[in-house]
């Protein structure tokens, strides 16, 4: 009689976490603009689940293909369809429609459907990632997670009405411009095509997962945590997306050196 390995239960656990968050997520979304912000915290804790799973299964030496599988499935939700339902409401906002998508009209109907860009790419990506032994210790095209969390701080910045700090006036920053701005049609139409392009795109982008504790083997991604910590003292949750930002050029210049 074959016997049971429960230590395989226990990061397959934690994936379920992170998709149980991503249907919350998405859920949370539907009760109204001003709970937007808590389907984007919804995705900052799936994001947190989808690295304890690994981490854990790493510790455990409890890695398998059934939760490889199981870990892109909750990804495709978590962060591919919930930060979709994010976008479609703020497009919906933005375009200040008053009627169901059913009752709207035709090139409305065309505009609300573009949110779902992400999710589309979002499982190419991870449909990809599952059959590519190339992305074990770098990833070809924009992670998931992080477009996801991308998507989830727009909210966020939008809801924000702090005057921050001396550096916001140091630097003359309006926080309610940026607001303005990310929520505008025309900003979250084309966000939404060109990061929906950059997970599939042929650019490889430096993992964070951790070689040893030893700096020598980890120096881009501790000076990029380092960096990432500073900013979020610094700029508080505009720091999110800046980081993202920073960690897509990063990753471009790198690339563009290999060439």
């Excluded at 016997?3 to 656990?13: R, S």
């Excluded at 199981?70 to 933005?94: E, K, Q, W």
């Excluded at 790419?121 to 998931?144: H, W």
Aim: hydrophobic share 55%; glycine share 4%.
């Amino acid at each position: 009689m074959k016997t049971i390995n429960y230590k395989y239960f226990v990061p397959n656990f934690i994936t379920s976490l992170n998709v149980l968050c991503g249907s919350l997520s998405i859920l949370v979304s539907f009760q109204g603009e001003q709970y937007l912000i808590y389907s984007s915290i919804l995705i900052f804790i799936a994001s947190i689940f989808d690295f304890l799973d690994g981490f854990t299964a790493r510790l455990l030496k409890a890695t398998s293909e059934f939760g490889k599988q199981l870990d892109s499935l909750s990804d495709a939700i978590s962060f591919g369809l919930a930060p979709s339902f994010i976008m479609l409401h703020l497009v919906f906002n933005s375009l200040e429609i008053d009627v169901s998508f059913i009752q709207t009209n035709f090139v409305n109907k065309l505009l609300l459907i573009i949110p779902f860009l992400i999710v589309i790419f979002s499982t190419l990506r991870l449909a990809k990632f599952n059959i590519d032994e190339n992305q074990t210790t770098q990833f070809t095209g924009l992670p998931t997670p992080a477009l996801a969390i991308l998507v989830a701080s727009i909210p966020l910045i939008i809801s924000s009405k702090t005057n921050y700090n001396f550096i916001f006036e140091t630097l003359n920053i309006n926080i309610d411009f940026i607001s303005n701005i990310l929520g505008s049609s025309w900003f979250l139409l084309i966000f939404i095509v060109v990061f929906s392009f950059l997970l599939v795109a042929p650019i490889t982008m430096f993992s964070l997962k951790f070689k040893g504790f030893i700096y020598s083997n980890n120096k881009l991604i501790f000076n990029f945590l380092f960096f990432s910590i500073l900013l979020i003292i610094l700029f508080q949750v505009l720091a999110i997306m800046l980081i993202i930002f920073i960690y897509i050029i990063i990753s471009i210049v790198m690339f563009l050196k290999k060439e």
